[in-house]
């Protein structure tokens, strides 16, 4: 074995249910033999082959039996302790495991979470399940076409629905007039108060 080329004469067997671990080596090494099998029967009949067993779910110790060539075994996971190390030692089979491979992903995978706690998703979650929505404003429900009830925005609903522009105008135009009122009613407020204050100081 020189560099990162694997001498040809060695036999790789991956064994998983569901990863294609075969089609990424052969897209990195061609020369070296291998085989992929994806249940534990499987692996049992082909086992015999392996010098080296990339593997994760699918391994049993009793397998150890089974592979008298086999002298390294590569866990796809982080963990390591379906495996007997003491079985292997006695064989001689030198273990390795794929610790850190996911530490970025699972990082992030938390972040996300909690994240998602903070901002409770789990209970939009819940209510788009449900069916529950949060009450509509007076302009949502304005905005509400008649056949199928999908609320639009106020600028989609005013070019969707012509004829019902020029309410949707006047009803935004009243929003603003009492809000500007509303405005006004308190710097009056504070005039009169200023005034006030000015006048008990002149008098004193």
């Given at each position: 074995?020189?560099?990162?080329?694997?001498?040809?004469?060695l036999?790789?067997g991956?064994?998983h249910?569901a990863?294609?671990?075969?089609?990424?080596?052969?897209?990195?090494?061609r020369?070296?033999?291998?085989?992929?099998?994806?249940s534990?029967?499987?692996?049992?009949?082909?086992?015999?082959?392996?010098?080296?067993?990339?593997?994760?779910?699918?391994?049993?110790?009793?397998?150890?039996r089974?592979?008298?060539?086999?002298?390294?075994?590569?866990?796809i996971?982080?963990?390591?302790?379906?495996?007997?190390?003491?079985?292997?030692?006695?064989?001689?089979?030198?273990l390795a495991?794929?610790?850190?491979?996911?530490e970025?992903a699972?990082?992030?995978?938390?972040?996300?979470?909690?994240?998602?706690?903070?901002?409770?998703?789990?209970?939009?979650?819940?209510?788009?399940?449900?069916?529950?929505?949060?009450?509509?404003?007076?302009?949502?429900?304005?905005?509400?076409?008649?056949?199928?009830?999908?609320?639009?925005?106020t600028r989609?609903?005013?070019?969707?629905?012509?004829?019902?522009?020029g309410?949707?105008?006047r009803?935004?135009a009243?929003?603003?007039r009492?809000?500007?009122?509303?405005r006004?009613?308190a710097?009056?407020?504070?005039?009169?108060?200023?005034?006030?204050?000015?006048?008990?100081?002149t008098?004193?």
């Amino acid at each position: 074995m020189t560099g990162n080329t694997l001498s040809p004469s060695l036999t790789i067997g991956f064994a998983h249910a569901a990863y294609q671990l075969r089609d990424e080596f052969l897209t990195r090494n061609r020369k070296a033999q291998s085989f992929e099998v994806r249940s534990l029967s499987e692996l049992e009949r082909r086992v015999g082959e392996a010098d080296i067993l990339v593997v994760s779910g699918l391994w049993r110790n009793e397998l150890v039996r089974r592979a008298p060539k086999l002298r390294l075994v590569q866990s796809i996971s982080a963990g390591t302790d379906q495996f007997s190390k003491a079985m292997l030692s006695a064989r001689g089979i030198k273990l390795a495991s794929a610790q850190g491979a996911n530490e970025i992903a699972v990082a992030e995978h938390a972040m996300s979470l909690m994240l998602a706690l903070t901002r409770q998703l789990h209970f939009a979650r819940d209510h788009q399940a449900k069916h529950y929505w949060l009450e509509l404003t007076s302009i949502d429900r304005f905005c509400l076409q008649e056949e199928d009830s999908v609320p639009v925005r106020t600028r989609k609903c005013s070019r969707r629905l012509p004829d019902r522009e020029g309410r949707l105008r006047r009803l935004l135009a009243s929003v603003e007039r009492d809000a500007r009122h509303r405005r006004h009613r308190a710097r009056g407020r504070g005039h009169l108060k200023s005034a006030g204050s000015a006048g008990r100081r002149t008098r004193t």
